[in-house]
């Protein structure tokens, strides 16, 4: 089955700064790669998403690249904000939808105002 | 427009006894999921549906049982709780294919 790693697990940058979170992935089949933002006691929500046959995505300070010959997606955060502190999580998916979803373990971002 | 509503927020058990995970959406969503979500893990997938009448066990469905019996509604029942299933509980749902999930604000279970 698919085995998503996701790094690192804690990151504390200055506010301004950028912040950069990385995902490997296993399995070729995955095509489709949505980020998660979850702050603290809420409900996860999504935030970008890259699909295979793109390489770079872009909204506002968020971007995700992906590199399907690498297996490995990344997301990053431009100009950190307060708000933006929270747990992101990436997944992998298949064809099919979430019901193969693979999640990564999540990483805790804080930006230090 | 409610999206996914979860009930209740928290709850705690005693061991043995059983209880059931309220999950209702109002966005014509085939698609219904059950997650947990243990400390330093990511979420893992419980039970899943496409339809009304269909469901299917996800990752770690033991101890866990689900029905889908309208669209609105996929509740997800515990039988004889253990202490492992302590844990974040997210019910989502999601039109079919490649497109966002929408998840409830997810149920704190405590078992001792």
């Known amino acids: 089955g698919e085995n998503v790693e996701q790094h690192p697990s804690t990151l504390s940058v200055q506010e301004g700064d950028s912040a950069v979170i990385k995902c490997t992935y296993s399995?070729?089949?995955?095509?489709?790669f949505p980020w998660y933002k979850q702050e603290l006691g809420k409900r996860p929500q999504l935030i970008i998403d890259?699909?295979?046959?793109?390489g770079e995505k872009k909204d506002q300070r968020i971007a995700v690249t992906l590199n399907k010959t690498a297996k490995h997606f990344s997301l990053h955060i431009t100009e950190t904000q307060p708000e933006d502190s929270a747990v992101y999580f990436c997944?992998?998916?298949?064809?099919?939808?979430?019901?193969?979803?693979?999640f990564g373990t999540g990483t805790k971002l804080q930006v230090i105002p | 427009n409610a999206g996914v509503t979860q009930t209740p927020k928290f709850r705690i058990l005693k061991i043995g006894q059983s209880m059931t995970l309220q999950c209702a959406q109002d966005?014509?969503?085939?698609?219904m999921y059950w997650y947990r979500q243990d400390p330093g893990m990511g979420l893992k997938l419980i039970y899943y549906?496409?339809?009304?009448?269909?469901?299917d066990k996800g990752e770690v469905p033991n101890g866990y049982n689900v029905s889908r019996s309208t669209t609105e509604d996929f509740p997800l029942r515990l039988e004889l709780a253990a202490p492992s299933q302590t844990s974040v509980y997210f019910c989502?749902?999601?039109?079919?294919?490649?497109?966002?999930?929408?998840f409830g604000q997810g149920t704190r279970l405590t078992v001792v």
């Open positions: 549906s496409v339809g009304a009448g269909i469901t």
């Open positions: 989502a749902s999601s039109p079919p294919g490649d497109t966002e999930a929408f």
């Open positions: 966005m014509n969503h085939n698609y």
């Open positions: 997944a992998a998916i298949p064809t099919g939808g979430y019901q193969k979803v693979t």
């Open positions: 890259i699909r295979s046959n793109v």
């Open positions: 399995d070729s089949a995955s095509n489709y």
